[in-house]
């Protein structure tokens, strides 16, 4: 299926946004919702809202983190090469060789991950998982004066990947996670922006910080700020259709084979089960996947806020998360963002969330 916004969403995975450097993704976020919402606004901790009926009650509020995992300059040697720490959970060994893209202050500055060549280690290395301190980034500078005039220390970056349309529907990209949490909740806000809830006020969030703070995150400050009655998280989980997946610990949940809705103890039981009554009303293939103690999203900040928010969590399965080709199915994003706008409108003033 061919959505129509498919140029917003490539646009805002293409654009650099690690956890703490979320800014330039966030732009095209708020330019893209002004469009549709009645109000859009940033805080102070740079997180973006768009609103639809800020009247209305009950009070609704759909998170979605907008950063991705990425990396920061730490050190700049003698020579000219670059040391870096990882933003958020890298697996190291697919760092080895990549091209980077680091945000200066200057524009973008290009480089790659640089290791000491395979015939060049020793037998004990060969056998030894490589780690980021092995690593270092070469922007082709001949010396340290050379890099400092193109670079600084603190500067961040994340790999110079782009999105790719696959065959089935697929998009392959680095940033699915969970840039595309952002993107469903903005096409939720657009869907309930052409036919409206009757009752509910609707706040899109773009949250910050998730890959590094997800219990203390943007979401939650945003939580604090609306004061949601009710809130639904939109993130990834991990696809179980590859080889060796192991489905009896994580479920089984295909790309392409509609939205994860998450049971446990950061998810309310009350929003689940209305999840689960619009995902049949509305015929929207899903699965449930069991959450025992937290999720790892932003339904675990957002539950915990203030007094208490009754949170639920959709998620969309993500082939090969936290590396440099992430891969979804693009009718997932569009059911989800089909769920939410059903959830907002089955919302009536009064309604209990309280388990009974």
């Known amino acids: 299926m061919a959505i129509p916004t498919l140029g917003f969403l490539k646009k805002l995975l293409d654009t650099p946004g690690p956890s703490g450097f979320e800014q330039a993704p966030a732009r095209v976020w708020r330019e893209e919702v002004t469009s549709f919402a009645d109000d859009v606004t940033a805080d102070v901790h740079g997180n973006s809202v768009g609103v639809l009926n800020p009247k209305g009650k009950p009070r609704l509020m759909f998170a979605g983190h907008i950063d991705e995992i990425g990396f920061q300059i730490t050190h700049i040697d003698e020579d000219g090469f670059l040391y870096f720490s990882g933003i958020g959970g890298w697996d190291s060994q697919v760092l080895v060789g990549q091209r980077v893209l680091l945000l200066t202050r200057a524009g973008p500055v290009r480089g790659l991950v640089g290791k000491k060549a395979i015939h060049q280690l020793k037998k004990e290395d060969l056998e030894r998982v490589t780690k980021v301190i092995d690593l270092w980034i070469d922007i082709g500078a001949a010396n340290r004066d050379e890099a400092l005039a193109r670079v600084r220390v603190g500067d961040p970056g994340v ?3 782009r999105v790719e349309e696959y065959p089935n529907e697929r998009i392959v990209s680095r940033s699915l996670d969970n840039r595309i949490g952002a993107y469903v909740t903005a096409e939720a806000l657009r869907r309930l922006a052409s036919q409206r809830p009757k009752h509910a006020a609707v706040f899109a969030v773009a949250s910050r910080r998730e890959e590094i703070a997800w219990t203390g995150s943007g979401a939650r400050t945003s939580a604090i700020g609306i004061e949601p009655n009710v809130a639904v998280v939109v993130d990834v989980t991990h696809a179980t259709d590859y080889p060796g997946a192991d489905k009896k610990h994580v479920g089984d949940h295909k790309l392409g084979g509609g939205i994860v809705l998450s049971r446990g103890s950061s998810v309310s ?4 089960d209305l999840l689960v009554a619009c995902a049949e009303q509305e015929k929207i293939p899903y699965t449930v996947q069991a959450a025992p103690r937290d999720t790892g999203t932003d339904a675990d900040a957002i539950y915990n806020a203030m007094r208490g928010i009754p949170t639920g969590l959709v998620s969309v399965p ?4 936290h590396s440099p080709n992430e891969m979804v199915a693009i009718e997932d994003l ?7 706008a059903a959830f907002a409108r089955r919302l009536e003033p009064g ?4 388990p009974r």
């Open 334 to 340: 569009d059911r989800a963002a089909d769920l939410l």
């Open 351 to 354: 309604i209990d969330f309280i």
């Open 159 to 161: 790999l110079d990947c």
């Open 318 to 321: 993500n082939r090969y998360m």
């Open 269 to 272: 039981s009350v929003v689940f």
